[in-house]
């Protein structure tokens, strides 16, 4: 059997205590799990719910007070906490389902990848935009490239914590922008470690009312963009070009879609996203989207 550090990071948000109440329901396959929570506040502000709720939690829980305002620090200290076969990643937005862990733990061990991802599927409120519901904008899947991942997220994953893996870190100046799971993830492959997915290994994610609106899927898919451009390895100026083309490309398709509510939004979304590249090579300064209070 194998040992887990599950890892969370948190900054001010009173949701946690819904994600560890469901990690409480995880069925772990004879695995030994710890949990880590890398509290990001300046004050260990998170510090009496994880105490409230570690009782509940049938794993030993470890709190850590890794301050502030930089998503890095904490993904870091969980890293330099952890100390089991694998590591694992989630959110403090999202809730697991029972056999979450388990899911991702056979993939791996089927693959023998150094990372498996899995789905986070978004549930919108009952006053979402229709348009929104039927395109589903707000789940995270792998990006597949001629079929295979070639980088990853961290709000649901799982990776074997082994050299040469065992001595990445999370880039310290991508912190408040982001995109440091994006770069992670560049560096674990140009390292020769595959990615690999498991659909069943799935997490859920509620979207909040200041999200479930086209501004924010625009910063997002901007910020995507951006880091994407930014991490292009000897791309540089020469891709700005077909860049260029691309974005004409998704303003034509977002005119021909006019009258669809979800494709002329996913086709201007996709035109935004090149835009990010086309910035990110430039290297024009990324917007700061972390370190600010979550609402209740």
């Known amino acids: 059997m194998a040992s ?18 469901s ?6 396959g004879g695995h030994a799990v710890r949990l880590i929570i890398a ?3 300046a004050e260990p502000s998170a510090r009496p719910l994880v105490a409230a709720l570690a009782a ?10 890794a301050p502030a305002a930089n998503i890095c620090i904490a993904r870091n200290a969980c890293l330099d906490a952890a100390d089991a076969d694998y590591v694992a990643f989630i959110d403090d937005d999202e809730v697991v389902k029972p056999n979450w862990l388990t899911a991702l733990v056979t993939q791996v061990e089927r693959s023998g990848a150094a990372a498996v991802l899995g789905p986070v599927c978004a549930i919108y409120a009952d006053d979402a935009p229709a348009w929104m519901v039927r395109g589903d904008f707000h789940s995270t899947l792998p990006v597949f490239v001629s079929g295979r991942i070639r980088t990853g997220y961290t709000c649901n994953m799982l990776m074997r914590w082994s050299e040469p893996f065992r001595s990445l870190r999370f880039d310290r100046a991508l912190g408040r922008s982001g995109g440091e799971d994006t770069d992670f993830f560049y560096r674990l492959v140009e390292q020769g470690g595959a990615i690999d997915y498991a659909p069943d290994a799935v997490v ?3 979207v909040p009312p200041e999200r479930a609106t086209m501004a924010w899927l625009v910063r997002r898919r901007l910020r995507f963009g951006q880091t994407h ?9 020469h891709s ?11 303003c034509a398709m977002t005119g021909f879609t006019a009258l669809s509510p979800v494709l002329r939004r996913r086709n201007w979304l996709r035109a935004v996203l090149h835009m990010g590249v086309a910035g990110g090579i430039l290297g024009l300064r990324q917007a700061e ?8």
């Open 204 to 206: 859920e994610e509620p």
């Open 289 to 296: 989207h972390y370190g600010q209070p979550a609402s209740p």
């Open 240 to 250: 700005l070009p077909v860049v260029a083309a691309k974005i004409v490309y998704c």
């Open 39 to 41: 509290d990001n506040d």
């Open 229 to 237: 451009g930014m991490l292009m390895r000897g791309a540089s100026w």
């Open 56 to 65: 509940s939690l049938p794993f030993p829980v470890q709190y850590l007070h």
């Open 4 to 21: 887990i550090d599950i890892c969370i990071c948190t900054f001010r948000r009173p949701f946690l205590a819904n994600t560890l109440r």
């Open 23 to 28: 990690i409480a329901m995880l069925e772990t």
